[in-house]
């Protein structure tokens, strides 16, 4: 006895068939639960699928090969973007001829959004104080997103302005959530400058996003006063 079960976009029936490899004279019967699926990608009761809790009783007629089972598992749309998952139909058998009596159907559910795309957004910060890189998601993911950064010189020049990111600097998005950051240090100096600007490029590295890269702006502003001019004569 096998047990089928089809792929769908989250949100439809997952539907199961039931298959002899040969006809049987008698009816073979078997009762039915569901359960999660293996980590990382296992769909889970109530969030992704709807469970079966109570065991259902399930007959092949006599004579027959397959059997579609006269019921189908819903799945749950969220707004969270996941890979494939999977869930498990486990079988008991109860009577009937049969070599196996607990076979296992696993049922498949796709994505039904799109990747979220990721963003860099830098703050303002008076020199001296850091400036704050910001990563977001335009929507969740199940992983987590990590973002390998660096720095590039702008109007703002390195190590005058602002220290450079070490040579592998990484943003983390956690599971579930839609922002990470990281800081870049300005130096305060006694030179009254104009408004001053570096950028941050981020290349995701692991996670699903619609896009690799992105580029964020971060802004130094100077915070000595503009001179004053004066003369003198001898």
Do not use: K, R, W
């Not at 979220?116 to 001296?128: M, S």
């Not at 990281?182 to 950028?199: F, K, M, S, Y």
């Amino acid at each position: 006895l096998t047990l089928t079960g089809t792929t769908v976009v989250e949100g439809n029936p997952v539907e199961f068939t039931a298959t002899l490899s040969t006809a049987s004279s008698t009816p073979v019967t078997f009762t039915v639960l569901t359960t999660s699926g293996n980590p990382p990608n296992g769909a889970t009761s109530n969030a992704d699928f709807q469970p079966i809790l109570v065991p259902i009783l399930v007959t092949i007629p006599a004579n027959s090969l397959t059997y579609v089972l006269p019921f189908t598992i819903g799945t749950i749309i969220d707004p969270i973007f996941e890979q494939t998952e999977t869930f498990f139909l486990n079988a008991t058998v109860t009577s009937g001829n049969t070599d196996n009596i607990d076979p296992v159907g696993i049922g498949t559910i796709t994505e039904s959004l799109l990747p979220p795309t990721f963003t860099i957004t830098g703050n303002t910060a008076t020199e001296g104080n850091p400036i704050t890189f910001t990563a977001t998601l335009s929507g969740p993911s199940s992983t987590d997103t990590i973002i390998t950064v660096v720095t590039n010189t702008g109007t703002a020049t390195s190590p005058e302005d602002y220290n450079a990111t070490p040579t592998v600097t990484t943003i983390t998005i956690p599971a579930g959530s839609l922002t990470g950051i990281t800081q870049v240090n300005t130096l305060d100096d006694n030179i009254n400058e104009p408004q001053e600007q570096c950028t941050l490029t981020g290349t995701v590295t692991s996670g699903n996003t619609s896009n690799l890269d992105a580029t964020g702006t971060g802004t130094i502003d100077d915070d000595t006063t503009d001179p004053t001019v004066t003369i003198t004569g001898t």
